[in-house]
C-alpha cells in the first residue's frame, strides 16, 4: 500500500508538471486557432525550431536555453506576423482560408522539418544547464528540475499572456477580433492588423515552448509530429479561445498520460487521453471553459 501511494502521488505530480509544459506548447495553439480560427497545423514546426535555436546558442556560447527563448521571441513574433500576411493575400483575402490555407501550413510543416533535417541531420541534440540533472526530493515525492522549471516558466507565459489579453486594448481587441470585426472598425481598429498581431504573438510563445522541450528531452526535426494532435486536443479540450481552459486541459492530459503510463504502460497513453477528450466532447460540446 505504501509503495501505491507512493506512485499515486508521483504519477499526480508527474502529471502536473507534464501538464504545464503542454501548457506552453498549446497556449500559441488557443491563440491562432482558439481566437483567430486559423488552423496552423505547421505549429509545432516553430516549436522545433526553437528548439534547434537554443541548441546552437547553448552549444556556442553556453548561454541557458529558457534565457534564448525569451532574447529570442521578438524575432518569432516577426515570423509570425510575416507568416500570416503571406497567408492573409494569398488565402484569408481571397475566402480560401479553409482548404488551400490548411495546405499551405501543411506545406510550412514538412518545409521546414527538411530544412533542418537537411542541416541537422537526424541525430538528437540536446541543451546543457544546472537544472537538467538535478531533482528535489519533498519526502516521497521526487520533483525533476528538468520538469519543474519548464512548468513554472510556462505557468509565467500563461500568466503575462492573460494579463495582456485582458487588460491591454490590443489584447481586448485580440479577444474580440473573432466574434464582431465591425465592432472593431467601429473602434478605428482593423482586423487584419489585430490578427497579424495576435498571430505574431502565438508564434512567439513557439519560441520558448521549443526550449522547454529541449530542456526536457533531446529532438530532432521530426519530434515535433508527436505534439500536433496533442495541443488541438488540449485546445479543443479547454474550450476554444480559452486561454484559462487551455491550461486546465493541458494539466488534465498530463495527469492522465501519467497515471496510464505508471500504472498500464506508456503504449496506452495516448489512447486514454484522447478517450478522455471523447468523452469530455459528449458531455460539454465547446470544451471544458467554452462559451
Given at each position: ?109 514538412f ?74 472598425r ?29 530542456v ?36 488534465l492530459?498530463?495527469?492522465?498520460e ?26 460539454r460540446p ?6
Open positions: 500500500m505504501g509503495l501505491s501511494f507512493d506512485l499515486l502521488i508521483n504519477a499526480v505530480v508527474a502529471g502536473i508538471l507534464l501538464g504545464g509544459f503542454y501548457t506552453a506548447v498549446t497556449i500559441g495553439v488557443s491563440i491562432s486557432f482558439g481566437i483567430l480560427d486559423i488552423v496552423n497545423i505547421a505549429h509545432p514546426a516553430f516549436i522545433i525550431l526553437g528548439s534547434y535555436i537554443a541548441y546552437i546558442v547553448n552549444q556556442t556560447f553556453g548561454i541557458d536555453p529558457i534565457l534564448t527563448s525569451i532574447v529570442m521571441m521578438p524575432v518569432f513574433y516577426l515570423l509570425g506576423a510575416g507568416v500570416y500576411q503571406i497567408y492573409y493575400e494569398a488565402f484569408e483575402k481571397r475566402g480560401q482560408e479553409s482548404l488551400r490555407g490548411l495546405s499551405f501550413f501543411f506545406g510550412l510543416l518545409v521546414t522539418e527538411v530544412t533542418l533535417i537537411l542541416v541537422f541531420g537526424v541525430d538528437y541534440r540536446y541543451v546543457e544547464a544546472w537544472y537538467i540533472g538535478p531533482s528535489w526530493h519533498l519526502g516521497v515525492i521526487d520533483l525533476p528540475l528538468r520538469m519543474l522549471v519548464p512548468c513554472l516558466v510556462a505557468l509565467a507565459l500563461f500568466g503575462a499572456l492573460q494579463l495582456f489579453l485582458s487588460q491591454t486594448f490590443i489584447g481586448r481587441a485580440i479577444s474580440a477580433v473573432a466574434q464582431d470585426q465591425l465592432a472593431l467601429l473602434m478605428a481598429a482593423s482586423p487584419t492588423r489585430i490578427k497579424r498581431i495576435a498571430f505574431g504573438i502565438s508564434i512567439a510563445t513557439t519560441a520558448v515552448a521549443g526550449a522547454l522541450l529541449i526536457i528531452q533531446p529532438v530532432e526535426p521530426s519530434v515535433g509530429r508527436e505534439y500536433i494532435g496533442r495541443v488541438f486536443a488540449i485546445c479543443v479540450l479547454g474550450g476554444l479561445g480559452s486561454l484559462p481552459g487551455t491550461v486546465i486541459g493541458a494539466m492530459l498530463g495527469i492522465v501519467s497515471f496510464t503510463s505508471t500504472f498500464y504502460g506508456p503504449s496506452w497513453a495516448p489512447a486514454v487521453a484522447f478517450g478522455l477528450l471523447l468523452l469530455t466532447l459528449a458531455f465547446a470544451g471544458l471553459l467554452g462559451r
